[in-house]
């Protein structure tokens, strides 16, 4: 099991082990945009399994693609098992909220979108996600409303905030709770903004949330 790092306090850093990456997809209008498609009807839900994380904050290239693409997006920690949440008590099975990098073989989507089939090649594969360290969720007042950015080798190419998400955080736990059990140590990404694009080999990726630690990645 890959883990994550959560800062509890100001000296105390745990390490939590990870269960299932829940992930949303055109979670902002613009981004759905730029894919090309209508905005969906109801949330697109993909998965990723605790053994793609980069812990090392190093993304390699699977041999498969040419064309890896960086989405930055806000990353919220379970903190509580639950079933069946309702909206109101959602927000209480958050423990802690991260930057996080959803990165995607888009190349691989396409044709997966192309033939019908899964995405799984191009968002679960090895490396393709990266955690900033977690802190606590009484930290952030308002996860639905920070400033998110992205730049790469110092370039900015996402810059948006949160309060563009279609869905909100208490919406997505109570909805994904009728659907998946929730356990202590799944993570949720919350959806990319508008602006992902080509990294190659050697980029330095940055990943900014607003109040919360920024994450560094590099490209094998
Ligand atoms: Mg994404």
Redesign the pocket.
């Known amino acids: 099991m890959k883990t994550i790092l959560f800062k509890k306090d100001t000296s105390v850093v745990e390490k939590i082990e990870v269960g299932k990456i829940l992930?949303?997809?055109k979670?902002y209008l613009n981004?759905a945009k730029e894919m090309g498609g209508d905005i969906p009807k109801s949330p697109i839900i993909f998965m990723k399994p605790s053994s793609s994380i980069a812990e090392d904050f190093v993304i390699e290239i699977p041999k498969i693609s040419n064309e890896l693409h960086h989405?930055v997006?806000l990353a919220v920690l379970i903190g509580k098992k639950g079933k069946n949440i309702n909206l109101s008590d959602a927000n209480n099975f958050v423990s802690g909220y991260a930057v996080g990098l959803?990165m995607?073989l888009r190349d691989q989507q396409a044709l997966a979108k192309k033939e019908g089939t899964p995405w799984t090649i191009a968002?679960a594969f090895d490396t393709s996600a990266i955690f900033g360290t977690f802190i606590p969720q009484n930290e952030i007042a308002n996860p639905d409303n920070l400033e998110i950015k992205l730049s790469v080798n110092g370039n900015v190419k996402q810059h948006s905030n949160t309060n563009f998400m279609i869905y909100k955080i208490d919406f997505i736990i109570s909805y994904l709770s009728e659907i998946f059990l929730l356990e202590p140590g799944d993570i949720i990404?919350m959806?990319?903004p508008e602006g992902?694009g080509k990294v190659v080999s050697g980029d330095t990726i940055e990943a900014e949330i607003e109040g919360l630690p920024k994450l560094i990645a590099k490209i094998k």
């Open positions: 992930c949303l997809g979670n981004h989405e997006e959803d995607t968002k990404f959806g990319t992902v």
